[in-house]
């Protein structure tokens, strides 16, 4: 099984343009996240894919691999599902930009799902993590998923869910933490498959799926880590690593 992972980098981010970019103990955002992709050991190929000369240029500089995307896209998976396309792989790890504390215990349970999957019944995986913070529950930047008995996605939301309206029943709350991993099929279907209200109200793409009858497994982790969507982000991922 040929296993690449994918790391989509838009440098006009809508809420903190050029995060990827910034400095991060050093180094910048985008390479950091690039370099600890790699150094999981995980994979056969790691990219960066881009439509940013100066990202571009910022990883393949410093001895990485990227690619540069040839079209306008709605999402990460969309961009990605373009550079694979003449790839051969067999599964496709989308490992989000702004994420550079992405490790290799999180990574392997995600991976473990489609090598506990001989029929290939599931088409993609992705993490989450318990949340107890209610700032953080709160918080629209925190993408938010519930899951059936059997850890599958029910639904993904910037809002709290579920709604606790009755905290007496000890809800727990997960944040969905941005890495999917895809059979290279799942994919380049995705692209086939045109956003719906419920993805384009939410802003979260991976709703898609779910809006057209797919099924995605969700993994848990304990890794919290930094996503750094905000300046704020950015200055807790600098106490983080030091």
């Known amino acids: 099984m040929k296993i690449i992972a994918m790391i989509p980098a838009r440098y006009a981010a809508s809420r903190f343009p050029a995060k990827l970019m910034q400095d991060l103990a050093g180094k910048t955002v985008i390479l950091r996240t690039y370099e600890a992709t ?61 994420e550079p504390f992405t490790e290799k215990e999180s990574l392997q349970k995600v991976l473990g799902v489609f090598k506990d999957d001989p029929n290939k019944d599931i088409d993609l995986a992705s993490l989450m993590v318990e949340i107890t913070d209610w700032d953080e529950i709160e918080n629209p930047n925190t993408v938010k998923v519930i899951v059936d008995q059997n850890d ?19 809800a727990r709350y997960f944040k969905h933490k941005g890495i999917y991993a895809f059979r290279k099929q799942a994919l380049l279907d995705f692209t086939e498959l045109t956003m719906q209200f419920l993805e384009a109200s939410e802003k979260i793409e991976c709703i898609r799926y779910l809006e057209y009858g797919k099924r995605i497994k969700m993994v848990e982790t304990t890794v919290q880590g930094v996503e750094i969507d905000t300046p704020e982000d950015l200055e807790r991922a600098k106490k983080l690593w030091k």
């Open 152 to 170: 599958f996605a029910l639904y993904f939301s910037r809002s709290p869910i579920p709604f606790p309206r009755d905290k007496k029943a000890n």
């Open 38 to 98: 790699v150094a999981t050991g995980l994979f056969d190929d790691v990219y960066v894919v881009t439509d940013s000369d100066i990202i571009y240029s910022e990883i393949t500089s410093n001895g990485g691999k990227a690619m540069m995307s040839h079209k306008e896209h709605e999402s990460g998976s969309d961009r990605i599902a373009e550079a694979v396309a003449d790839v051969d792989c067999d599964i496709v790890v989308n490992v989000q930009g702004d």
